[in-house]
């Protein structure tokens, strides 16, 4: 079953005028967002196949840049996002998308914060305003947003993901999905857990306490127009 | 869920004596693990959405961002108010309110998508005009709001609901389907006749083709929005009437499929085909790129000493 509740059907609530074109980029932008873990300073975006045909009619730019800016897919201020956006000092830029994209609605975004952190995030929108996320800070890794998710950084040794779950198991945290991605053998890993419960914040604190752990971030979309 | 079709969903509801929106608020509660007052809570919060929608695009003169739309809400209400409607008030009530929720909807205000954004503004026409002119509850509509995602729980899981996969029969078709089966059960029809009516709709959607203009949320969508209500209430009275689907509603659905599977790619939201692509449709997509300086190629650092103009060939550059 593709669609797995009645509010995937009667919903999302959100401004319009496209759940994929603009629900979805709403959604696209939070997770990047979330990802930086703080408001970025500046973000560069490229578009590509549709949403770089029709992003000035559906408000695409907007929408990502409500997202950005941590607005829910029905906030009204997403129309005056990019406003926004200049007014708090946040440069976002435009481009078209060069090459091969997962999905005809998809975008790339390379956020940089105030102290020069970057994230990293293509993600697709796959329709009624459900979004894929294919890669993070370039790992090839997924995630909906649609449970909560926990996106772990660390180096690729062995042992690492079994001290990861157990601690999880320990906290009677269910995985539903789980992705892993390296850069090579035995350098820097990024593990990826869409969980059926929000971890709080000691089972965070657990997993940072992991010797091979270097970064530990949480993305979660629920309860904000999903 | 209990049910995959509506075979399945009308056999619970029989066996029960349970109705359509009973059936789902007690699945959705089974499969989220949210109690029923909290699903129920959200329903009603749609609900009220659906209707500020309504009211905000009768009160103004709603004009989309890209200038192709509006205001056709309050031309129709009009009529209905004012002067002698061919389809009669209560469906030019609800042609108007449905237009209203798609015109606020291409202007970027709030909707709830039902089942998608494009086809937001039947539900809340034939829902909004039946209950000021029956005088339902609120209760009762979010309960009809419930029976309508019974519905389109089994036509999106057995089919689609968006244009980019099976065309606007898709999208405007299935809502057309949802709002007549849950009207039949809002006005005190049993289970059987809510699936004929869902049957007889969607059946006169088949084949519909997604193609709009600069492939926008606005020509002809919006005005397919307004239509579909008319055809919702039709195929609502219909079922109540007692005729049938001689073509059993669940085999109507898997013809969507297939139709909407062997559908072109022109006529499934690209806006390459259909009325997207007639003269006039390429006129207007032109007359709308005008000007538009086009996207740089991504992430390209402009040269030394011309950073202005690469700035300036960047749609939004807010540093």
């Given amino acids: 079953m593709r669609f797995k509740n009645v509010f995937s059907i009667i919903g999302p609530s959100m401004v319009g005028p496209s759940s994929s074109h603009t629900a979805g980029a709403v959604r696209i932008g939070l997770i990047a967002r979330q990802l930086l873990g703080e408001q970025p300073k500046t973000v560069k975006i490229a578009l590509y196949g549709s949403f770089a045909e029709t992003y000035w009619g559906h408000g695409t730019d907007l929408a990502l840049a409500g997202g950005l800016l941590g607005y829910a897919t029905d906030d009204a201020r997403v129309a005056d996002a990019l406003e926004e956006a200049e007014r708090l000092g946040i440069g976002i830029s435009f481009f078209k998308g060069v090459g091969l994209a997962p999905h005809p609605n998809t975008a790339k975004l390379e956020l940089t914060a105030a102290d020069g952190r970057t994230a990293q995030v293509l993600g697709a929108s796959i329709g009624g ?95 904000r127009g999903a | 869920m209990r049910f995959r079709t509506l075979k399945e969903l009308t056999a619970i509801s029989q066996a029960e004596s349970k109705t359509l929106a009973e059936i789902m608020i007690e699945e959705q509660a089974a499969e989220t693990g949210v109690s029923r007052e909290e699903i129920t809570a959200q329903m009603s919060d749609y609900y009220g959405k659906m209707k500020a929608a309504v009211r905000l695009g009768l009160s103004e003169q709603n004009v989309s961002r890209s200038g192709l739309s509006g205001g056709d809400a309050v031309k129709v209400l009009d009529l209905a108010e004012n002067g002698t409607p061919s389809s009669g008030d209560p469906s030019s009530r609800a042609m108007a309110y449905a237009l209203a929720v798609s015109e606020v909807n291409a202007s970027m205000g709030r909707i709830i998508a039902t089942p998608t954004a494009g086809s937001c503004g039947i539900i809340p026409g034939v829902f909004v005009s039946s209950q000021e002119r029956f005088g339902w509850s609120d209760e009762h509509m979010v309960n009809g709001l419930f029976a309508a995602g019974a519905i389109g729980y089994v036509i999106a899981n057995n089919s689609f609901i968006s244009g980019a996969e099976g065309g606007c029969q898709a999208e405007v078709g299935s809502a057309i389907g949802m709002a007549a089966g849950a009207l039949v059960e809002l006005r005190g029809g049993g289970a059987e006749q809510a699936m004929h009516a869902v049957g007889l709709a969607l059946k006169n959607t088949l084949g519909l083709i997604c193609d709009p203009v600069a492939g926008l949320v606005e020509i002809p969508c919006i005005v397919r929005n307004g239509l579909g209500a008319v055809n919702a209430l039709a195929a609502a009275d219909m079922g109540l009437a007692g005729v049938r689907s001689a073509i059993p509603s669940d085999e109507v659905v898997s013809v969507m499929l297939e139709v909407g599977a062997a559908m072109p790619s022109g006529h499934r939201e690209t806006g390459q085909g259909g009325l997207a692509q007639t003269p006039t449709g390429r006129k207007l997509t032109e007359g709308l790129m005008r000007g538009r300086k086009p996207l740089q190629p991504e992430f390209e650092e402009p040269a030394s000493g011309q950073a202005e103009t690469a700035a300036a060939q960047t749609v939004h550059t807010s540093e």
Avoid: W
């Fill in chain 1, 129 to 223: 305003g459900t979004v894929m996320i294919h890669e993070m800070n370039g790992f090839d890794v997924r995630c909906s947003g649609e449970y909560p998710t926990i996106v772990v950084l660390h180096d690729d040794r062995p042992g690492v993901l079994a001290s990861l779950t157990a601690r999880l198991g320990g906290s009677d945290t269910n995985i539903g999905y789980m992705g892993v991605d390296r850069k090579g053998r035995s350098a820097e890993a990024m593990t990826v857990m869409e969980l059926d419960s929000v971890p709080d914040a000691e089972l965070l604190a657990q997993l940072r306490q992991i010797e091979e752990v270097k970064e530990v971030t949480v993305i979660n979309l629920s309860g």
